[in-house]
């Protein structure tokens, strides 16, 4: 990764807003896309080169994508940008 996160980077046409939270293995921004407002979630830069944390954020957006359901949020895209892991989703406030 070529520039930290904050405010204002843009990622795969993603603009990052705020940080709303951090996790053990990602965190998540409000960003605003091509389609308004979402959440992206966005895998820590030190586990990207891990494969195996890579199969299991691609495997969870899989399962993500599967399931409809108003409970779940709803996974609009998937990006690789700048070495980064990424996936776009519905914003609830």
């Known amino acids: 990764m ?3 996160l904050q405010p204002g980077r843009l990622l795969a046409g993603f603009e990052l807003l705020e ?3 951090v996790g053990g293995m990602a965190e998540i921004w409000s960003a605003r896309g091509p ?3 979402c959440a992206l ?3 820590h830069t ?3 080169a891990d494969a195996a944390f890579r199969a299991m954020f691609h495997d969870e957006l899989r399962i993500a994508q599967a399931i409809d359901h108003p409970n779940v949020l ?3 895209a998937a ?3 700048d ?3 990424l996936a776009a989703m519905d914003l609830v406030n």
């Open 2 to 4: 070529t520039q930290a």
């Open 19 to 21: 940080q709303i939270a």
């Open 35 to 37: 389609s308004g407002t």
């Open 41 to 43: 979630k966005l895998l």
């Open 46 to 48: 030190q586990l990207t």
């Open 74 to 76: 709803r996974v609009k």
């Open 79 to 81: 990006h690789e940008d």
């Open 83 to 85: 070495g980064l892991l």
